[in-house]
């Protein structure tokens, strides 16, 4: 079956780096996206990877590994703001999204 | 502003009320979504209509029914829910043949609460 594996909360401090990481098995694979969600909100797109390596846009990048199954969404110099739930998902071979349930980050001052 | 509006942003019903829900996308796009977001679960995506054409229905009870009058509108009517449809209710739109891939632009949704 296709799943993504992300975890469901971590807590990080004001100013400090976090790395958010998410593992998927999808049947073929075109593409791995990240969206922040803050809550109440419409989740808006961050990043798309789909040739392996890190991706750089700001504060924020993403990395990918095919060979693996494995992403990962690193933000630095964290701010109260990047307090959101971070979600993957996956594309496969028909183009369709296999979404994670969700990362809801804490940013403690 | 992600320019994908939705409303209402909040509705309670009983199991036999008819109510819809309504999007509307101001980008221009040729493709709307309906998806559902329950707590800690992954978005399960609903319906897709691509250029005004129902391409997607995974398996959702017929007590959603969508609409799509035009490329620009989306509706989800909804009729005998059960509490466990209980969900927050996310439109999106996208430009479909753009090479293959495409970002979503979604709504802040309908919390939906079914009593």
């Known amino acids: 079956g296709q799943n993504i594996d992300q975890p469901t909360e971590m807590t990080a401090t004001e100013g400090a780096i976090v790395q958010i990481n998410c593992t998927y098995q999808?049947?073929?694979?075109?593409?791995l996206f990240w969206y922040q969600q803050h809550a109440g909100e419409a989740p808006t797109f961050l990043s798309y990877n789909v040739l392996d390596g890190l991706e750089e846009k700001g504060r924020f990048s993403s990395f990918l590994s095919r060979s693996k199954g494995y992403s990962y969404l690193l933000l630095k110099e964290l701010q109260m703001k990047d307090s959101a739930s971070y979600l993957c998902?996956?594309?496969?071979?028909?183009?369709?999204?296999?979404w994670g349930a969700g990362t809801k980050l804490i940013i403690k001052p | 502003e992600t320019g994908v509006t939705q409303t209402p942003r909040h509705l309670v019903m009983g199991m036999t009320n008819k109510k819809s829900l309504k999007c509307e996308q101001h980008l221009g796009h040729n493709a709307m979504y309906w998806y559902k977001q329950s707590a800690k679960k992954p978005l399960e995506l609903m319906f897709v209509y691509s250029l005004e054409e129902r391409v997607e229905n995974n398996s959702v009870p017929s007590r959603f029914s969508p609409e799509c009058p035009n490329s620009s509108h989306l509706f989800l009517h909804l009729h005998t829910l059960q509490p466990e449809d209980s969900a927050l209710y996310l439109c999106?739109?996208?430009?479909?043949?753009?090479?293959?891939?495409?970002?979503?632009?979604f709504g802040s949704g309908t919390q939906l609460s079914v009593l």
């Open positions: 999106a739109s996208s430009q479909e043949g753009g090479g293959g891939w495409e970002k979503l632009f």
């Open positions: 999808t049947s073929g694979f075109n593409g």
């Open positions: 998902a996956a594309m496969d071979s028909n183009y369709q999204l296999i």
